[in-house]
């Protein structure tokens, strides 16, 4: 059945907003954490793996990084294994860390990839430990600074030491999408699950990327009075976080946003996973469906 006029229009309106958006970030890298209800939606996950393609298919650079703690926690369950957390971090003992290898490395990340693949993507699946991406050391806590002998130790729970580009910028050159796990190598080859928004991060700084998307399950930073901010630069978001404006799960997605601003990315966002195509929403619309962050908000939209 052919389009109305009205339907013909809305469709033309849409592409010609998208079009500086494409002109501005072809060739650029665009670094996607992907998690929340957008892995675990059947809808959303299909409408995000079409999202990745149709960035790679107008000449974008896609990277995908993403978590699977719900699928790690279900897999544990099941095999006996108890989930325990300290201050939000998942305690990795030697068994534990093989199911999260298990499921991060095998289960989602080959979901992911074969989805982005089913349309017509070309999608390849790596760890942190793959090529020795994502240099990672062992992750402490320590609750109370005047108390050095209390630590905590965590296992086989790290953070990121340092992040090794080539094998993505091999991928990526060669026309491929590289979807990476977040599991690291220590310089003893030991594992280590890390926090999927700092890899994200530390990747996009290190791929001098253009963008880093957070996606979460939240519609955005909120202001005092829960309305959406759409976009803020870096002072006004260290200005909500010391008011005490930004706190909860949001502040450390923040401080990684914020982090890979200072660190050179040219924006990041932190954007709503439950709306359906999301991903372009936020890249090609002036809109969006989140909160970006930029270190100043001059030059971050493109010229119509």
């Known amino acids: 059945m052919p389009l ?10 849409v592409l010609v907003e998208a079009l500086p958006y494409i002109r501005r970030f072809r060739g650029k890298t665009i670094v996607v954490k992907y998690g929340g209800n957008a892995m675990v939606d059947a ?4 409408s995000f793996a079409r999202d990745i393609v149709l960035m790679k298919l107008v000449g974008m650079n896609p990277v995908v990084v993403h978590g699977g703690g719900p699928q790690i926690g279900e897999l544990l369950g ?29 289960l989602v990340n080959k979901e992911i990839v074969a989805r982005i693949n089913s349309h ?35 296992g086989h729970v790290g953070e990121v030491e340092s992040i090794d580009t ?7 050159g ?33 791929l001098h990327a253009e963008k880093l998307m957070l996606l979460t399950n939240t519609a955005g930073v909120l202001d005092g009075s829960g309305k959406l901010i759409p976009r803020m630069d870096a002072d006004t978001a260290q200005a909500l976080i010391a008011d005490g404006t930004i706190h909860g799960g949001m ?8 982090d890979a601003v200072a660190g050179g990315v040219g924006a990041a966002h932190i954007v709503d996973g439950r709306v359906e195509h999301a ?22 939209w493109p010229a119509s």
């Open 251 to 258: 502040l450390p997605k923040v401080r990684c946003a914020l």
């Open 174 to 206: 060669r026309d491929f999408i590289p979807v990476v796990a977040p599991v690291g190598v220590g310089a003893d080859g030991a594992a280590y699950n890390i926090n999927a928004d700092t890899v994200a991060g530390k990747l996009a700084v290190a």
């Open 78 to 106: 099941r095999l006996g294994i108890e989930s325990r957390f300290v201050d939000g971090q998942r305690v990795t003992d030697a068994a534990t860390m093989d199911v999260v290898e298990m499921v991060l490395g095998g």
């Open 43 to 46: 809808q959303l996950k299909h």
């Open 120 to 154: 017509g993507g070309q999608a390849v699946g790596i760890t942190g430990k793959d090529a020795a991406t994502v240099r990672a050391r062992k992750l402490t806590l320590q609750r109370d600074a005047t108390l050095p002998d209390e630590i905590i130790d965590l």
């Open 4 to 13: 109305s006029i009205d339907a013909a229009h809305r469709i033309a309106v």
């Open 279 to 300: 991903v372009l929403l936020e890249v090609f619309t002036d809109a969006g469906v989140g909160t970006l962050i930029a270190g100043a908000l001059d030059g971050v």
């Open 166 to 172: 080539a094998l993505v910028d091999l991928l990526s």
